[in-house]
């Protein structure tokens, strides 16, 4: 069985500002690493190797930095990684993404399984996990909390508001995960170093088959047309909560203003 | 690709659940109604499911000039093979010039589907929409953890789709005696792999954050999952919903079911009491839209007090017991 995991680098905690005058944008991350949700994709995937055996290979879309994400994957036990990576891929939206992520998926050959997380940290559209399933014509189950293989069939625990599904798919399949499915490993000392050495070349578009101009900014069917800050509250009050009893009266008589209690 | 031109009308998509309709496909034909009427075109709700044909009526009394209805087994339930096949269907041979969902589980699993083989875009969990002299949606959604609001706009593609999040619009009254044109489809849900074998309604996973109009969360500074029981406290005086911090769920204190931020739960309710919530960027993302924000805690400069409207600097331990005291002998 062949699995592939997608995986995106994103900022660990995200800072930004627009400047009143200019509207332009300074966004500043403390660090990048691999997106919380596809941790659990990957965990998912190594997973069924170590009960079913299975190869596990890594894609990402990214720019060269990425190359640190799909190493921490390698580490981990991740058999093989692709980096995507091209300045045509610059302004590609969710559409563009799961179309060139669905384009490796067949240049690969012979993938079973293709496991995402379930949205990305910073982007946030839910959307590159459904859609790269329709790109290659397969079934996709979203919100998937968990795994069970059972011969060519996936067993499935799919999350809803009011509880879940029990759900069976038949291979292939794309899934996209969430965090209630598993708890992440780490990755191990001698995969590490293992991974330091791994090359990890760009696939260009070009090496995908993709033209420029089918892909990125120009491609997308989506555009962002204005940035605008979110309006903060203003006017909130603060308290000095060394009398608990006197604070606590105070937001009593407030939600009673309020109509709230 | 859909031809441009030939597009008119916005839809909705009709949640329904266990044949009930969703809260948001109300808010979703309120703001329906207002974007149509922007464009001289059209209202049309799509409905799928079984034996639901009784449940129009309530569409075309809260805006619906049309009811696409399809009814067939194989739709009673949510399948995001049956129900992508079926509204890529509907949107190919009626060609709507606006596509709107809630941003439910099932539209969040099947929507970009849709988008892919009717080849359009799709802006994802919008707070706000308004469309242009030309037509172009625009689609206002969170970005970068919350802290930008971007618009997003499909310019060439249709239909322009948005899911839409819950509580982002307001539900309109209906109109007694409103009717409209109920257009029965047939089902074409195509090859469905996906076999739904049971559906469990589990009451221990099911904190309704989404629908609470009040919740008390709870973070590090609750310092372990025993004092939760102070938080629960609170909670049950308002029958509100108990939320916590990714740091409370991460140290195992409490189920992710409860996790509000940007990698678990948006949530919008009235009134929103944070107890030993620092304010992490990504916290705020999933709470800073609430109406009413109460904040405890012991840092005066925590970040949590730039977005209260009341702040309390002091001990949780104190003041949270104080409170359910306060409002139990109101």
Known sequence: MHIVVCIKQVPSSIAVKIDPA??????????????????????????????????????????????????????????????????????????????????????????????????????????????????????????VRKITL???????????????????????????????????????????????KAQLAPVTAAALGLAPEAIGAQSARTRLAKMAPVPRKTGGIKVDGADAAAAAKLVVEKLREMKLV | MIDKASCSGVWIFAEQR?????????????????????????????????????QCADLFAHGADV??????????????????????????????????????????????????????GLASDCVGLDVDAAGVLQAVRPAYAGNVLATIVCPEHRPQMASVRAAAFKKGAPTSGRTGELVEVPAAVGEVRIQILETVRDASNQVSLADADVIVAGGRGIGGPAQFGFIQDLAAEFKGAVGASRAAVD????????????????????????????????????????????????????????????????????????LTQALKSR
Request: hydrophobic share 45%; with cysteine.
């Open chain 2, 251 to 322: 140290a195992g204190w409490i189920s992710a079911f409860h996790q509000v931020g940007q990698t678990g739960k948006t949530v919008k309710p009235k009134l929103y009491i944070a107890c030993g919530i620092s304010g992490a960027i990504q916290h705020l993302a999933g709470m800073g839209a609430s109406d009413f924000i109460i904040a405890i805690n012991k840092d005066a400069a925590a970040p949590i007090f730039d977005i209260a409207d009341i702040g309390i600097v002091g001990d949780l331990f104190a003041i949270v017991p104080a």
């Open chain 1, 22 to 143: 200019t509207q332009a944008l300074t966004c500043t991350g403390s660090e990048f690493l691999i997106n919380p949700f596809d941790e659990h994709a990957l965990e998912a995937a190594l997973a069924l190797k170590d009960s079913a055996g299975a190869k596990v290979t890594v894609l990402t879309v990214g720019s060269a930095q990425a190359a640190d994400a799909l190493r921490e994957t390698l580490g981990r036990g991740a058999d093989a990684a692709q980096l995507i990576s091209d300045p045509a891929f610059a302004g590609c939206d969710a559409w563009a993404t799961s179309k060139i992520l669905a384009t490796a998926i067949q240049q690969l050959g012979g993938v079973d399984l293709v496991l995402c997380g379930k949205q990305t940290f910073d982007g946030d559209t839910a959307q590159v996990g459904p859609g790269l399933a329709e790109f290659l014509g397969w079934s996709c189950v979203a919100f």
């Open chain 2, 18 to 54: 266990n044949g009930a309709l969703q809260g948001v496909t109300f808010e979703l034909l309120a703001k329906g109604r207002e974007l149509a009427d922007k464009r001289g075109a059209k209202l049309a709700a799509v409905l799928f499911g079984q034996g639901l044909k009784d």
């Open chain 2, 67 to 120: 009811v696409y209805y399809a009814d067939a087994p194989a739709l009673a339930t949510f399948n995001s093979d049956a129900y992508t096949t079926q509204l890529a269907a509907l949107v190919q041979q009626y060609k709507p010039e606006i596509l709107l969902g809630g941003s439910t589980i099932a539209v969040r699993s099947f929507f970009p589907r849709v988008a892919v083989r009717v080849d359009t």
């Open chain 1, 150 to 196: 059972e011969g060519a069939t996936l067993q499935l625990e799919r999350m809803f508001e009011e509880g879940y599904e029990k759900i069976a798919l038949p291979l292939p399949a794309v899934l996209t995960v969430g965090k209630e499915i598993n708890t992440p490993r780490m990755a191990s000392l001698k995969g590490r170093m293992a991974a330091k």
